[in-house]
């Protein structure tokens, strides 16, 4: 089967039924109030937000909403994310059930910290390269 291909996330979430269009609008709002500085973007025909680095994906399914906020969202929030399906990268919010929305607040401001920090590192890093080579 070929994936549907998405040129912005307004038409991805409208490609939904209302009960899931509406639970993917909550998601939407949740993280561009917790990342007012990211950019929506569409990667691997998902919603994303990204600064210098993408911070989290979500995407509809069958059952539920796929979360993607990268291996060490998840790992960061093991505790509180016990009650969900989850793996390496990815945590499963059922559609019949209320999306937590503080723990996704604090997840993604959890990876908007870590984009940051290693933007920063990153910099310095080719601040000294650079100063080495003259």
Not at 10 to 21: G, I, L
Not at 46 to 51: E, I, L, Q, S, V
């Amino acid at each position: 089967m070929k994936m549907k291909k998405y040129n912005d996330v307004q038409t991805y979430v409208a490609d939904f039924p209302k009960d899931v269009r509406e639970k993917l609008e909550q998601m939407r709002e949740i993280i561009q109030r917790s990342a007012p500085k990211s950019q929506e973007v569409i990667s691997y025909s998902m919603p994303a937000y990204k600064m210098n680095s993408v911070l989290v994906y979500f995407a509809a399914f069958k059952n539920h909403i796929g979360f993607f906020p990268t291996a060490s969202g998840v790992k960061a929030f093991q505790q509180q994310i016990e009650k969900y399906k989850w793996s390496k990268g990815t945590i499963q919010f059922p559609l019949d059930q209320p999306l937590p929305e503080k723990l996704i607040k604090a997840i993604v401001r959890f990876r908007v910290k870590e984009d940051e920090k290693k933007s920063k590192a990153r910099k310095n890093r080719k601040f000294f390269n650079s100063k080495e080579n003259h």
